[in-house]
């Protein structure tokens, strides 16, 4: 019975003693710019493209939305564009010019929050974004309409890190 006393002591105490596993699953972490926002609530990219195509010039709808970059104005930083898959982008820029973005974040996560809406953007601002954007004076001069967009004023704005 002291044998058998002792082995369970033993049992027992290399048991407590082993080392416990435990899984903590990591946020992502995102550098802020803009206001300060909080990552939830953000509906998809598929959920906002939905919601662009019940809109018409002049509707304005307030949401918060997670995403890609897909590209970013390589002189400031001062706008991006927002994958929302399909082939469809948001053109996004940031309330009252008052914050800019890393111009090297393409391709990264990112959250935004703010107005959506729909816009015709003229030649002469087309050409200008193709510019900030560096495309080649061939891809510039082949501008010649205005375009109906998916925009995009953000007033905070998380991108992953």
Same mark, same amino acid.
Request: overall charge positive.
């Given at each position: 019975?002291? +044998? ?8 027992? !105490? #290399? &048991?407590?003693? =082993?080392? *416990?596993?435990?899984? @903590? ?25 939905? +919601? ?8 304005? !709808? #307030? &949401?918060?939305? =997670?995403? *890609?970059?897909?590209? @970013? ?37 990112? &959250? ?46 998380? &991108?992953?890190?």
């Amino acid at each position: 019975m002291k +044998k058998l006393l002792l082995i369970l002591s033993i049992l027992l !105490l #290399a &048991i407590s003693c =082993t080392k *416990k596993e435990t899984k @903590i699953e990591s946020k992502p972490t995102y550098a802020s710019f803009g206001e300060k926002i909080t990552e939830e609530s953000a509906v998809s990219k598929e959920v906002l493209l939905e +919601k662009y195509k019940t809109l018409k010039i002049g509707d304005t !709808l #307030a &949401i918060k939305v =997670t995403s *890609k970059i897909n590209e @970013i104005c390589q002189n400031k930083g001062c706008w991006m564009t927002l994958d929302l898959g399909n082939n469809e982008t948001a053109f996004v820029k940031f309330k009252e010019y008052g914050f800019f973005v890393p111009m090297n974040a393409q391709k990264r996560n990112t &959250i935004i929050e703010g107005k959506a809406f729909i816009e015709e953007t003229s030649v002469a601002e087309l050409k200008h974004y193709a510019e900030d954007e560096g495309k080649s004076e061939k891809e510039i001069a082949e501008i010649t309409a205005p375009k109906t967009e998916y925009k995009f004023l953000a007033h905070g704005v998380l &991108i992953s890190k």
